[in-house]
């Protein structure tokens, strides 16, 4: 019997997820208590590392030491703290990840082996590795690497609604995802996924901080520098978070904060609130517009809009929806743990998928579920064959975005030039036809010592795949020289290879 764990790797809270009796997913508490952890971790200056909301509270104090949203960094190599030794992005996740991992097993007395790990729809390919190999990292088998909307929409049992068309909003601490899902039967075929990848509770926060400096600035002339005080800074983040939550119930709130004696005190009403993130909120419509246009259908085609995640808890974004498409968003589910309950949900059809018996979290048999999920891909992949002197600067794309996962596709090129001996297949994420330069560079490929031809075109085919994880491998096959080849991803090892060159 096998048993899998869901894991929301929320760029703010962390979330983990088991099933209960009778198989529905349960949330597993930290070991004090919460439903969540917050992303926050602290390495102190002799390198002792916090996590959670202790490590969120000593970044009040020195914020130096805290990464809060690490997830945010994945693609980048940069070094985010000194202090121990050098870490990246990668290193924080890997110890979030190491965090819920003894998290779990302090509540459950079993260590978890095998995880559902969801990731924002938007995700770049070189960011999606480095989720599973921080996972491996900290000693984890990643069974299934969901986009966050698709889970959630297994988290709100969208599928018991019934045949019809859901679109899914969720609007995370960092980042927005827009999924369409078509329901038949027990299928729920995910039509497509849009996301803006920096939009969230964070940038929300911001606005209002930003306004809050504003009013300090008119009342005392100047703002002190983040250097100056930087506590300052940290303790306004927080009382602005603390106001937007409390406008979720409230139509008022107020700021206060204080530097060496000179205040700011903000009257935040909700109707203020919603001015401020107006320019946001507007940004999270067109997304929604957009995948809906991508998926070639209209408000009328939607049985159901469901928004999903923190900020979504405050009424603006379904008001401001209302707004935007005459609909009412619902959510028959905590707004904050849909996507962690379908990571459970979709951990069990999986196991189910490859022959395994699930057990729940007594350890207990469970009956197969009669559902099924087909995703499909976020983002358009493809190839660009390039030769000596001859470059071909341009992507042809072998995978289009809104491709099912898993699958396959071949593609027919020919060398760009007469006697070619040499080949580099560059892999590149980015719009057909798009320039080279536009693409985010996931790997290459050199193919050398083919056999020359010089009277007719060269041939070669190359085969790319997407598993079930979204993960791209490529091989490409001379049929004149009869030699194959397999992708090499080399954005691990510079780390920071955002664009081809
Ligand atoms: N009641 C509330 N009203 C408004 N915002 C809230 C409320 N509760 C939480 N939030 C905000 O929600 C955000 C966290 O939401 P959530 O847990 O869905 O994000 P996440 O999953 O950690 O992030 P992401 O999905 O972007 O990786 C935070 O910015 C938090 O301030
Ligand atoms: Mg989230």
């Given at each position: 019997m096998t048993r899998v764990i869901g894991l929301d790797?929320?760029?703010?809270r962390l979330k983990a997820s088991t099933l209960d009796g009778g198989g529905n997913p349960k949330i597993i508490p930290t070991?004090?208590?919460?439903m969540y952890m917050d992303s926050a971790v602290y390495i102190a200056p002799d390198g002792k590392v916090l996590t959670g909301i202790e490590a969120r509270h000593m970044g009040l104090m020195?914020?130096?030491?805290?990464?809060?949203?690490?997830k945010r960094y994945l693609d980048s190599n940069k070094v985010l703290c000194k202090r121990g030794k050098e870490r990246r992005a990668i290193d924080f996740v890997q110890i979030q990840i190491e965090t819920f991992a003894a998290w779990v097993e302090s509540q459950t007395g079993e260590p978890p082996k095998l995880v559902v790990v969801s990731i924002p729809a938007n995700f770049r390919q070189d960011k999606r590795e480095n989720v599973k190999l921080a996972a491996e990292r900290a000693g984890l088998q990643v069974l299934l690497m969901p986009h966050e909307p698709t889970a959630g929409v297994f988290g709100a049992a969208v599928?018991?609604?019934?045949?019809g068309v859901a679109v899914i909003i969720d609007v995370g601490g960092s980042t927005t995802d827009v999924t369409s899902a078509k329901i038949v039967g027990n299928t729920t075929q995910i039509l497509t996924t849009n996301g803006l990848e920096k939009m969230g509770g964070i940038d929300f926060c911001q606005r209002v901080v930003d306004w809050a400096l504003q009013a300090y600035k008119q009342q005392h002339g100047q703002l002190p520098s983040q250097q100056e005080a930087p506590l300052f800074y940290q303790e306004l983040h927080e009382r602005a978070e603390q106001a937007i939550h409390a406008l979720s119930r409230r139509t008022e709130t107020h700021i206060i904060a204080s530097h060496n004696s000179q205040m700011v005190q903000v009257n935040l009403t909700r109707d203020k609130y919603a001015q401020l993130i107006g320019e946001d909120i507007g940004k999270i419509m067109d997304c929604v517009q957009q995948n809906m246009t991508d998926a070639g259908i209209t408000v009328d085609d939607v049985a159901e809009f469901l928004t999903i995640g923190g900020?979504?808890?405050?009424p603006v974004i379904d008001e401001a929806f209302a707004r935007r498409f005459n609909r009412k968003p619902w959510a028959n589910v905590d707004r904050n743990f849909a996507v962690v309950y379908g990571n459970s949900i979709l951990g069990r059809m999986e196991l189910e998928r490859q022959g395994h018996t699930v057990s729940n979290d007594q350890g207990c048999a469970l009956p197969p579920l009669a559902y099924a999920a087909r995703e499909v891909s976020a983002h358009p992949i493809g190839v660009a064959v390039v030769g000596k002197s001859l470059r071909q600067l341009f992507n042809s794309v072998l995978l289009p975005k809104g491709t099912p996962i898993p699958s396959t596709q071949m593609g027919h090129f020919q060398l760009a030039e007469r006697g070619q001996t040499d080949v580099l297949i560059e892999i590149l994420q980015g719009?057909?036809?798009?320039?080279k330069k536009d693409c985010l560079l996931l790997g290459h490929f050199d193919m050398s010592n083919l056999t020359p031809v010089n009277d007719r075109p060269h041939p070669l085919e190359i085969t790319m795949r997407h598993d079930k994880n979204g993960m791209i491998t490529v091989e490409a096959f001379d049929p004149i020289t009869n030699v194959s080849g397999d992708l090499q991803i080399d954005y691990r090892k510079d780390g920071q290879k955002d664009h081809a060159a």
């Amino acid at each position: 019997m096998t048993r899998v764990i869901g894991l929301d790797l929320g760029s703010s809270r962390l979330k983990a997820s088991t099933l209960d009796g009778g198989g529905n997913p349960k949330i597993i508490p930290t070991p004090s208590g919460e439903m969540y952890m917050d992303s926050a971790v602290y390495i102190a200056p002799d390198g002792k590392v916090l996590t959670g909301i202790e490590a969120r509270h000593m970044g009040l104090m020195d914020p130096g030491g805290c990464i809060m949203n690490a997830k945010r960094y994945l693609d980048s190599n940069k070094v985010l703290c000194k202090r121990g030794k050098e870490r990246r992005a990668i290193d924080f996740v890997q110890i979030q990840i190491e965090t819920f991992a003894a998290w779990v097993e302090s509540q459950t007395g079993e260590p978890p082996k095998l995880v559902v790990v969801s990731i924002p729809a938007n995700f770049r390919q070189d960011k999606r590795e480095n989720v599973k190999l921080a996972a491996e990292r900290a000693g984890l088998q990643v069974l299934l690497m969901p986009h966050e909307p698709t889970a959630g929409v297994f988290g709100a049992a969208v599928y018991e609604r019934g045949d019809g068309v859901a679109v899914i909003i969720d609007v995370g601490g960092s980042t927005t995802d827009v999924t369409s899902a078509k329901i038949v039967g027990n299928t729920t075929q995910i039509l497509t996924t849009n996301g803006l990848e920096k939009m969230g509770g964070i940038d929300f926060c911001q606005r209002v901080v930003d306004w809050a400096l504003q009013a300090y600035k008119q009342q005392h002339g100047q703002l002190p520098s983040q250097q100056e005080a930087p506590l300052f800074y940290q303790e306004l983040h927080e009382r602005a978070e603390q106001a937007i939550h409390a406008l979720s119930r409230r139509t008022e709130t107020h700021i206060i904060a204080s530097h060496n004696s000179q205040m700011v005190q903000v009257n935040l009403t909700r109707d203020k609130y919603a001015q401020l993130i107006g320019e946001d909120i507007g940004k999270i419509m067109d997304c929604v517009q957009q995948n809906m246009t991508d998926a070639g259908i209209t408000v009328d085609d939607v049985a159901e809009f469901l928004t999903i995640g923190g900020p979504t808890l405050n009424p603006v974004i379904d008001e401001a929806f209302a707004r935007r498409f005459n609909r009412k968003p619902w959510a028959n589910v905590d707004r904050n743990f849909a996507v962690v309950y379908g990571n459970s949900i979709l951990g069990r059809m999986e196991l189910e998928r490859q022959g395994h018996t699930v057990s729940n979290d007594q350890g207990c048999a469970l009956p197969p579920l009669a559902y099924a999920a087909r995703e499909v891909s976020a983002h358009p992949i493809g190839v660009a064959v390039v030769g000596k002197s001859l470059r071909q600067l341009f992507n042809s794309v072998l995978l289009p975005k809104g491709t099912p996962i898993p699958s396959t596709q071949m593609g027919h090129f020919q060398l760009a030039e007469r006697g070619q001996t040499d080949v580099l297949i560059e892999i590149l994420q980015g719009p057909e036809r798009a320039p080279k330069k536009d693409c985010l560079l996931l790997g290459h490929f050199d193919m050398s010592n083919l056999t020359p031809v010089n009277d007719r075109p060269h041939p070669l085919e190359i085969t790319m795949r997407h598993d079930k994880n979204g993960m791209i491998t490529v091989e490409a096959f001379d049929p004149i020289t009869n030699v194959s080849g397999d992708l090499q991803i080399d954005y691990r090892k510079d780390g920071q290879k955002d664009h081809a060159a």
